[in-house]
């Protein structure tokens, strides 16, 4: 457990920075360059003597990639992944059971589902933190941690300290902070021993009869086929026990295992590592001036690809609100919103991947044919799969009024200020937004300085075809109208956007776009404003 004791002024502190984070996967990375890269002190203490290096993640999908593109990595990482259009299921006669599409444009405007490696992400990752300033320190780990009424110590390793205003743990399923806080977890009770393949091309192609991402429903052996990215490719075997890995692992049985799509002549094994998949969310995410996030906070099967992504989310959500209170904008009492948030989320994606995970992996032969019966019934019938849609927030740092779209995640499309025609975010930079129909409605200029002060940039839109000649600052052109289409399809004529792409709500009215401008300024520590 924890201790919680009055302190000294951290100023005072030799080693004191704003911001330490526990662990250095993507969670961790991700968390430490947002945070960094707002100019805050921050230093990642990694009890690694270096980076991984191994794949864990295989999937992100299209909002992960949003965030990559804010990071700065995201035209890097683009020649080293692959995007995936479809994802099937097939039972072990290798009947085509279900068949998930993804988009090539998602609502966050990139592809849905990319495949990667994860050593080649965690590289990328790596640059952008230490070139935002942020210290990394490895061989570094976490043994102790007290909390302080204004900060938090710990000790690292047997002989350091430091002090941080506020901790953030990303230090995965084993998290030492998490335990040190004395936080217990809630299982959902489904747990699976999987052994975990991974394999390196010998040539820049794969062979064409290596499926690029399929399930197969077999009761004998259910199996995951992945791609790792152009270069890896990922089998996965369900286990009957977790003891059979010792024997299972042997290089021989795995290659008899994957000879039907993948020979020694074509890829080599570079790693057999085995996992138990679980169900778990903890109690509490914020304990006094420490949050968990990523594995540290929840864990979940692997079926909707949406572990690590959750736990990027996570880190977008913490590092907007902790920005805002460590300059001062907002008390931290907005950081008891970042659970509120995202644990429906959470739940929600970990309750879908088991119910699909459960229908994968039927190991009665009776029960599998009778799924299989009903799903080829679907197919035959032409009935598609209903698309896998998350939810978006509920209630948290949200408009009060429930307007249309709130609490969505805000679509992004291409828009062009003259100077620059890209994706929304690249173009008008990272931060809050609030997007407003041009044609139909404005601001004075006393409300976007008022705004500006909280951090919120007044993006107003323009109809596809609108010149960019003499465009005034700060406007766009919505070249494919996806913004102004969102606008219309929720009959509003502006919407709020939080730094994490979330809606904090919408105004369908002249008077409505002025209350929502002041309602969102003060939500993110601005004085409330006065519009006319």
């Not at 909390?147 to 743990?169: F, P």
């Not at 299982?187 to 699976?192: H, I, L, P, T």
Request: charged content about 25%; overall charge negative.
């Amino acid at each position: 457990m924890i201790d919680t004791v009055e302190t000294d002024d951290l100023d005072d502190a030799v080693d004191a920075v704003d911001v330490a984070v526990v662990g250095y996967g993507p969670v961790g990375m991700v968390t430490a360059a947002l945070l960094g890269a707002a100019g805050h002190r921050v230093v990642v203490l990694e009890r690694y003597a270096g980076l991984y290096n191994l794949p864990r993640a295989a999937i992100f999908d299209d909002e992960t990639m949003r965030t990559f593109a804010r990071v700065g990595i995201a035209e890097e990482l683009l020649p080293r992944i692959h995007v995936q259009r479809n994802y099937e299921w097939r039972n072990a006669a290798g009947e085509l059971l279900i068949e998930h599409h993804f988009a090539a444009s998602g609502r966050s405007g990139w592809a849905e589902w990319y495949m990667m490696y994860q050593p080649d992400l965690e590289a990328a990752l790596d640059e952008r933190v230490r070139a935002a300033g942020v210290e990394v320190r490895l061989s570094s780990p976490v043994t102790g941690l007290v909390q302080h009424a204004d900060h938090v110590e710990l000790r690292v390793g047997g002989d350091q300290t430091v002090r941080a205003r506020w901790v953030v743990a990303c230090d995965g399923g084993n998290s030492f902070v998490r335990a040190a806080l004395g936080r217990t977890m809630d299982d959902y009770g489904f747990s699976e021993p999987w052994m975990v393949c991974d394999f390196r091309f010998r040539d820049p192609a794969a062979p064409p009869s290596v499926p690029t991402a399929r399930q197969v429903g077999d009761p004998a052996g259910p199996t995951s086929i992945i791609s790792l990215g152009p270069a890896h490719h990922r089998f996965s075997y369900m286990l009957d026990s977790v003891d059979d890995f010792a024997t299972e692992r042997d290089p021989e049985k795995v290659w008899a295992r994957t000879r039907r799509w993948l020979s020694p002549d074509d890829a080599e094994l570079i790693r057999v590592a085995t996992y138990t998949f679980r169900s778990l969310v903890t109690d509490r995410w914020r304990v006094g001036r420490t949050l968990l996030a990523g594995d540290a906070a929840h864990q979940m099967p692997p079926f909707l690809g949406q572990g690590m992504c959750s736990g990027i989310r996570d880190a977008q959500n913490i590092a907007f609100k902790l920005d805002a209170v460590l300059r001062g904008r907002l008390g931290e009492e907005v950081l008891d919103t970042y659970q509120q948030e995202r644990e429906p989320h959470v739940r929600a994606v970990i309750e879908k991947g088991i119910e699909l995970g459960r229908q994968q992996t039927v190991r009665d032969p009776v029960r599998a044919a009778e799924r299989d019966r009903v799903l080829l019934g679907r197919r035959a019938a032409d009935q598609h799969p209903e698309k896998i849609r998350f939810p978006g927030l509920v209630d948290g740092l949200l408009a009060d009024e429930p307007g249309a779209g709130r609490g969505a995640l805000m679509v992004q499309g291409v828009v062009d200020d003259g100077a620059r025609r890209d994706r929304l975010d690249q173009v008008v930079g990272p931060g809050a937004h609030l997007l407003l129909d041009a044609g139909r409605v404005s601001l004075d200029d006393a409300a976007v300085s008022a705004l500006a002060g909280a951090g919120v940039r007044v993006v107003p839109l323009h109809g596809p075809g609108t010149p960019t000649t003499g465009l005034a600052p700060g406007h766009v052109v919505d070249v494919e109208d996806t913004h102004r289409g969102w606008l219309a399809a929720h009959d509003a004529l502006a919407v709020a956007v939080r730094p994490d792409f979330y809606v904090y709500g919408t105004a369908a009215d002249p008077a409505a776009v002025g209350a929502l401008a002041r309602a969102f300024a003060a939500a993110l520590g601005a004085p409330a404003l006065v519009t006319h």
